[in-house]
Structures are given as C-alpha cells and as structure tokens.
C-alpha cells in the first residue's frame, strides 16, 4: 500500500536527487562523503523506474547487458555496507518507516526533509548529524524504489564492522590518506614504486599491491589469493570484475571510496563510454566513479565494487551521441559491435 511519504517521493526525477545530495554534502563527514555519492550512482533511480515499466526480465537483461545483482529490492540491508553510516541503518531504518506513518501531503524541499529526519536520528542515538546524513538520504531513495511494504519488510540488520571501520570517522579519513612507505631510499624509486588499492564489495574487503602508473584493473589480475569467479562470475581475473581492457565493455566500473586524487585524470574515451554504460559519472578530471581498466594508480586508493555493471545509456538516459575514437583492440572492437548491436536490438 502506498502512503503519503512514499507518493511523494515518486514525484522527484533523479536529477533532483542528485541536486539534493549535493546540497547535503558539505554536512556529511567526510568518511562518508563519496561513499554517498558512490551509492546513489549504484542504484540510479533512472534504471529502476525504466526496468519497472518493462514487460520481460530476461529479455530486458539481454538486451541492456545487464550482469550481477541490479535490483535493489534484494539488498535493502546490504546495499550501503560500504558506508561508516551503515552501523546507524536499524535506526535510520526504523525511523523512516515511522516519518511514512504521519507524513502528510505536504511539499517541503526534499534536502529538508532528508535533513529534518537525520537530525531527528543524531538526537535519539546521540551522535553528530553529519554521521547519518549521508545513510538517511540512501534510506530515502531505498524506499522510493522498492515501495513502503518491501522496505518494512526487510529485517534492518547490518554487517558488524570490522577491521579500520571499528575505528573513529576522523581516523579512518585520515589513514585512507595515507600512501604505503616505499622505505629509507623510496624517494629514489621511480618505475618500482608500489602502492595499495583498498576495496570493498556486497561480499568483503581486502587489498591488493599496486605499481606506480598502473591501471586498477591489471593490478587486481595479479591478485591469485583466491578464486574470484567463484565468488563472482564476472570476475575473470581478480577481484575486480573486467572482459576487456579498453573500456569497451563496462564490467569494470568502480567506486572511489578516498583517493581519486591519486589516480589519473579521466580520459576522452573513457568520458564517453562512461555516458555509453550509463554510468552517471560526475564532471572533473578526478571523480569518484571510474572504470578500473583506465585508471592508473599514483597512490594508495580505496574502492568499491558495484555489484553489477551492463550498458544502457542510450536507452535510459538518451545522452550519448557519436564520437570517433581511436581504435581498440580487435576482441575489445567485437565486443563493442556485440553490445551495440543488443542495443538496437530493442530499439
């Protein structure tokens, strides 16, 4: 059943909550400032309300190339594990369900309102605003796309934290800061400099070394500390998932957690396939949505890992017009033409 809250939450494209988080981020702690704009770039309102409206699951995933776990319905609790927020979720959880209960026909600004219901939560468990503002906005946009009923349901349990996020907000920003030593004489080193890339996904967490000037990608391959595909079968390689190595594909896309001040400006193609994906990422030579095949390494980085990747810009967001670029690989060219062709198949 519908409510008040929910109708109401209905009303707003993406862009505008888009515009809403941006507005809100000056006031979100900075160990979760990415980490929100990571989430809403994850789960795009866009996608959610262009698959609703079709007929055919299989098909729709054929056709869009979509691969992993999209729906956000099956995640509700899991989704924002990534966020230092996510030990507040029972809470934030409980109290959006309980804002859905007397929220009236009233309009107020949408940032207003997520503000309103994050302050109401910092005073009941004691902590600072800044903390849950980030994981009330995820609560918010949770509900708006799977309905009032599926978002009660949901047990509201959350993953223990362990590791660096048992620590404080300001300690973890700071050690995310931090560039692994390259020893006494390491301001002598050049080409054999090593760093670390630090990620997360639905499932876990780790590490993996890094060469100075190196793609993410290339450097995840390296990593035979376990078996990847049997904990993702779109990992192929590392823990990264990847097909290609040229931006072609779209597998390889990832969030920045801290660090993408370390990592290579974004180029012209990986711009554009970026749009061809459909992957909303935001304007400036470092942001925080990347695909790991293009960006190279100048310092440790800590990512997450979407839990599916696919290609549907031309078809859900209708911004991507043709660009000549230079030429790929041949098996990354037929991949390509592949996509394309599922592509204007539904069309």
């Keep these: 059943m519908s409510t008040n809250l929910e109708a109401y939450l209905n009303d707003f494209p993406e862009a505008v909550w888009l515009s809403a988080v941006d507005s809100l981020l000056s006031d979100i702690h900075p160990v979760d400032r990415n980490a929100t704009q990571v989430w809403f770039r994850f789960f795009p309102l866009q996608l959610r309300r262009f698959v609703d409206k079709q007929p055919d699951e299989a098909e729709l995933r054929r056709s869009l190339g979509l691969l992993g776990d999209y729906d956000l319905a099956d995640q509700i609790d899991s989704s924002h594990r990534f966020l230092y927020g996510h030990r507040f979720w029972p809470v934030v959880k409980a109290a959006i369900e309980a804002e859905a209960e007397v929220f009236t026909d009233q309009k107020p600004d949408l940032a207003a309102e997520i503000r309103q219901v994050a302050q109401n939560i910092a005073e009941k468990v004691k902590i600072g605003e800044s903390l849950v503002l980030g994981i009330t906005a995820i609560g918010f946009m949770t509900l708006n796309q799977v309905g009032v009923e599926k978002f009660k349901a949901a047990a509201g349990e959350v993953e223990k934290p362990s590791g660096l996020m048992t620590k404080s907000p300001d300690f973890i920003v700071a050690e995310r800061k931090k560039d692994d030593s390259q020893g006494l004489f ?93 992957y909303e990422q935001p304007d400036g030579e470092k942001p925080i949505l990347r695909l790991a095949c293009q960006a190279k390494a100048y310092g440790n980085a800590m990512i997450v890992i979407p839990p599916w990747n696919g290609v549907f810009g031309k078809k859900v967001y209708g911004n991507v017009e043709e660009l000549e670029l230079e030429p790929v690989t041949t098996s990354a060219k037929k991949l390509r033409e592949t996509i394309a062709s599922a592509v204007d198949d539904n069309e």
């Design 186 to 278: 390491g301001f002598l080193r050049t080409v054999d400099k090593q760093y670390s890339i630090g990620w997360l996904d639905k499932d876990g967490s780790g590490k993996f070394k890094v060469f100075n000037d190196e793609e993410i990608a290339s450097a995840s391959a390296r990593d035979q500390s376990q078996n990847w595909r049997a904990r993702d079968e779109r990992c192929w390689e590392g823990v990264v998932p990847v097909e290609c190595r040229s931006a072609s594909c779209g597998t390889c896309w990832v969030g920045v957690l801290a660090g993408e001040d370390k990592l290579s400006d974004v180029g012209r193609r990986e711009r554009y396939q970026m749009k061809v994906f459909g």
